[in-house]
């Protein structure tokens, strides 16, 4: 069956140094994948998209890669400051549908 | 700024009542879906619909889900009769096109008791 898998445990860094999120996918080829943030109580937020056709996207601090021969794809967050501490979630794309990870919890401490 | 806005955002209710939540996709968005967030189970879809028609729902337990359009600016999510495991977060989200961004509401904390 098709299963998505990040990070289990929680991520604890230091403010200042990178974070490095996984997501691995298997038992299906997805076109593209997103990447949203989640914040306790609230829904989640969009992040970046990655089509199966780039390697590398960036915005800003934030960058996505995606290795369709890994099926992973690595979230990373640059200069990292404690208002990047939040739930991340990733998403490859099923049809027209998402299929979300668990997520991974960031912590970044000052 | 538009925003995906969801009704009640709290319910409490006993088993076996009828539960309905609403929300108000973003105007000019045709695409709808439906989300259950719990910590077991993480984020679900439950179903979706683009320009009000059902996509899919196969995420949805057929027997007391029950999802709609009424118009382009509600959408409904009904359980009859509700139970005791439904308890849960419950996620619309709305995009200009299945396959972009979604954009999510605040969510309706769904407790049944």
């Known amino acids: 069956s098709q299963k998505i898998e990040q990070n289990s445990e929680a991520l604890n860094i230091q403010e200042g140094k990178t974070a490095t999120l996984t997501c691995n996918y298997t038992n299906y080829s997805p076109a593209y994948l997103q990447w949203y943030r989640q914040d306790p109580g609230r829904g989640p937020v969009f992040l970046l998209l990655i089509r199966e056709n780039e390697k590398e996207k960036r915005k800003e601090r934030l960058k996505v890669t995606f290795d369709t021969t890994l099926k992973q794809s690595l979230f990373h967050i640059t200069a990292s400051q404690p208002a990047d501490s939040a739930t991340y979630l990733c998403?490859?794309?099923?049809?027209?549908?998402?299929?979300f990870g668990q997520g991974t919890e960031l912590s970044v401490k000052p | 700024d538009a925003r995906v806005t969801q009704t009640p955002r709290h319910k409490v209710t006993e088993m076996g009542q009828e539960v309905t939540m609403r929300c108000q996709p973003i105007l000019g968005h045709n695409t709808v879906f439906w989300y259950r967030q719990t910590m077991m189970q993480g984020l679900e879809l439950l179903a979706y619909f683009r320009n009000r028609a059902p996509l899919d729902d196969s995420g949805m337990p057929k027997d007391r889900f029950s999802a709609e359009m009424p118009d382009a600016t509600l959408a409904t999510l009904k359980i009859q009769p509700s139970e005791p495991r439904d308890s849960a977060v419950y996620f619309c989200a709305s995009g200009s096109n299945s396959y972009y961004e979604q954009y999510f509401g605040p969510g309706t904390r769904l407790t049944v008791t």
């Open positions: 998403a490859p794309n099923q049809g027209g549908k998402l299929i």
